[in-house]
């Protein structure tokens, strides 16, 4: 189960980063939504801040017509990021419901509407901590490959890098996340 749900969070996050935003430095994705703070913070300098719903948009007495324009452009675009943000969300966790078989599901979904409960990201949490158990050992032992990792110069660098990456993801399975040192 530990190798199924390793390789399930590299694929969520893969497809979190696939749908262009403009959010944080706007060259990631959004792959924070999948992803804890400081796995983030390795992948990007700039913190990404989830877009609030922006409310009813408000035109104060006495605004002039182009004061009122740039308020009501400013409103549809907070909206038009909330709804982004949302609808990428929506879809993942639909991934999620499709990949994951529905007892694993069943402590968090919604027995009124049907649908899980919580951000993507909570859902991820939920399901490592009741379902991924990976013990010293196993950390150890993906240790122990990647330190044992020989490099082909006839590949791309790129295999030791996405090596190392994923040690540290599946560090973050165990409880024990790694510094960007």
């Known amino acids: 189960m530990v190798v199924l749900l390793d390789d399930f969070f590299a694929l969520e996050k893969s497809n979190a980063k696939s749908v262009y935003s403009n959010l944080s430095d706007g060259a990631h994705g959004h ?3 999948v992803m804890t703070a400081s796995q983030y913070g390795l992948v990007s300098k700039m913190t990404f ?3 609030a719903h922006p409310g009813t948009l408000l035109i104060p007495a006495a605004t002039t017509a182009a004061q009122s324009q740039v308020l009501c452009e400013h409103h549809k675009e907070q909206l038009r990021l909330f709804r982004e943000v949302e ?6 966790i639909q991934q999620i419901i499709k990949s994951v078989e529905a007892p694993y599901l069943a402590a968090i979904r919604d027995r009124v509407s049907n649908s899980l409960t919580g951000t993507v990201q909570q859902i991820l949490d939920y399901l490592q901590t009741a379902y991924s158990r990976v013990s010293p050992q196993m950390l150890e032992d993906r240790e122990q490959e990647l330190r044992n990792l020989t490099y082909n110069p006839r590949l791309p660098i790129d295999v030791v890098f996405n090596a190392v990456e994923d040690y540290i993801d599946f560090a973050e399975l165990a409880l024990q996340p790694m510094s960007q040192r």
């Open 31 to 33: 792959p924070a939504l």
């Open 87 to 92: 609808g990428v969300e929506k879809a993942l």
């Open 49 to 51: 801040v989830r877009p």
